[in-house]
């Protein structure tokens, strides 16, 4: 490594903090043709918490992705090649720990001796430009106050403003009364249509509200290639229930909800991302629609709720710690799930029909950290609070649907649990991207704007900030 670090390059050299590789295992292959370092104090780390419930997968998956590559090594002292087609190194690095580290900062920690042994690379290679990577604040601070440059982790992170652009309302767009007239040009006609239009610009199953030439408000449509189908918004329902507004006074429609029940009902769309803050009902309208299809129209066998269950964050305990079955221990902490259950089943024989109905197993109720060889055919899947997890495990969980399935993500991207996440990346935030930027007749997202719990719940959302 010395070697190589002594050399006249334009080459950076990132040095990765442990949480940057359980967010992102791959994220070793994200840096061009630039140095990557692992401290070894960061694989004791990854060692440490492969046995993690919640995030033990990634620690596994990043051992076996690096022991890939030094089976293809001949000589580790001239680094690891990195195999992004750019030429990039990996070395794993060990001493250089710097004797002018502030005393204060003991050394027993370990974040404080990563930040020790990068100060001494700066000394020891005063030429080269040392970036520590973290998505750790408090590590990234202290960084800075010890003049480490630092970063956080890029890749999958997304901007204040681009976050913003997702919560908006739908967009809206004009017919030409010729438009309205082909669209209605039967009343009896199951699927009003018209061709669509580039100019409307519209993402694939994107929800549109339709007005008249005059401004009026008469429908709403969805892009369904290059078509725009038209529905109802008073004959839009599930359960029998309509899209809920908080305040009628207020607000006399509430789109967002309809398009969401639509999608959430239409047998083409697989994928179903929602997003929206705490009380606009997306657990509601997920459940409503799993049971629907489960119970009312028999199209799937089964409902798989999932949750990532934090451990080791400011929330929660390892549910390995609870007493009871896993059952038991998981009702708690899926509580949105049972409530709405209690609510939908009311009258089911008892009081208890929802317990009976987890009882069946025709509603199971799963960690996120268990899904590995649970069968998922033909089930209607609905993965709450999906912005507790990392994109590595979102893609675990979507690899092991089949073509029978159906998958509703749901979460609220300004209530990040986890330590190691942010509303800026997660697996929500990164799944509602990728399907914007690669749209197809399977996928669908979109977001819920009004709150619809209470006004209580509307000014604290609205008023208290905690970020």
Not at 182 to 208: A, H, T
Not at 304 to 327: A, N, V, W, Y
Not at 386 to 397: D, E, G, H, K
Not at 417 to 424: Q, T, V
Request: charge should be negative; proline fraction near 4%.
């Amino acid at each position: 490594m010395e070697k190589i670090l002594k050399q006249k390059d334009n080459r950076h050299v990132y040095v990765l903090d442990t949480n940057v590789l359980l967010h992102d295992p791959s994220s070793i292959f994200r840096f061009e043709e630039h140095i990557v370092l692992i401290p070894f104090l960061v694989m004791d780390e990854v060692d440490n918490i492969k046995k993690d419930p919640q995030i033990g997968v990634n620690a596994r998956e990043i051992s076996h992705k690096l022991e890939q590559l030094i089976l293809r090594t001949e000589d580790m002292s001239q680094g690891i090649l990195i195999p992004n087609g750019k030429d990039g190194l990996l070395f794993f690095c060990k001493g250089y720990i710097s004797s002018h580290f502030p005393p204060e900062l003991s050394m027993s920690y370990k974040d404080n001796a990563i930040l020790a042994q990068i100060m001494g690379l700066q000394e020891a290679f005063p030429h080269r430009r040392f970036i520590m990577v973290s998505k750790d604040r408090n590590m990234r601070i202290k960084s800075s106050a010890l003049y480490i440059e630092n970063q956080d982790y890029l890749h999958d992170k997304i901007s204040e403003e681009y976050l913003a652009s997702f919560f908006q309302p739908l967009k809206e767009i004009a017919l030409e009364e010729e438009e309205i007239n082909q669209l209605f040009v039967s009343k009896n006609s199951v699927n009003w249509e018209v061709p669509y239009r580039k100019k409307w610009r519209l993402g694939e199953n994107e929800g549109v509200v339709l007005l008249d030439s005059g401004g009026k408000f008469f429908g709403l449509g969805m892009r369904k290639g290059d078509r725009l189908k038209y529905f109802d918004y008073y004959s839009t329902k599930i359960l029998d229930m309509p899209p809920k507004v908080l305040d009628e006074t207020q607000y006399t429609y509430n789109f967002e909800q309809a398009v969401c029940m639509q999608q959430a009902l239409d047998d083409d769309i697989k994928i179903q991302i929602i997003i929206g803050k705490a009380g606009t009902g997306k657990t509601h309208i997920a459940m409503a629609a799993a049971l629907e299809k489960v119970f009312k129209e028999r199209k799937y066998d089964s409902i798989k709720l999932i949750k990532p269950l934090i451990t080791k964050s400011r929330l929660g305990e390892d549910i390995g710690f609870l007493p009871g079955s896993l059952k038991r221990k998981l009702i708690p902490k899926m509580r949105p799930f049972v409530d709405k259950l209690r609510q939908f089943t009311t009258g089911l024989d008892s009081e208890e029909g929802y317990k009976k109905l987890l009882d069946s197993g025709v509603i199971e109720l799963l960690n996120l950290a268990d899904i590995r060889g649970t069968d998922m055919a033909n089930s209607f899947v609905i993965f709450d609070e999906a912005q507790n997890a990392n994109p590595f495990q979102m893609r675990t969980l979507g690899t092991r649907l089949g073509e029978d399935s159906k998958l509703i993500v749901l979460g609220d991207p300004t209530q990040i649990d986890s330590i190691y996440l942010d509303k800026y990346s997660n697996a929500l935030i990164n799944l509602y991207e990728n399907a914007m930027q690669n749209p197809t007749p399977f996928t669908a997202q979109i977001c819920l704007v009004q709150m619809v719990r209470s006004h209580m719940s509307e000014w604290f959302e609205n008023t208290i900030q905690t970020r």
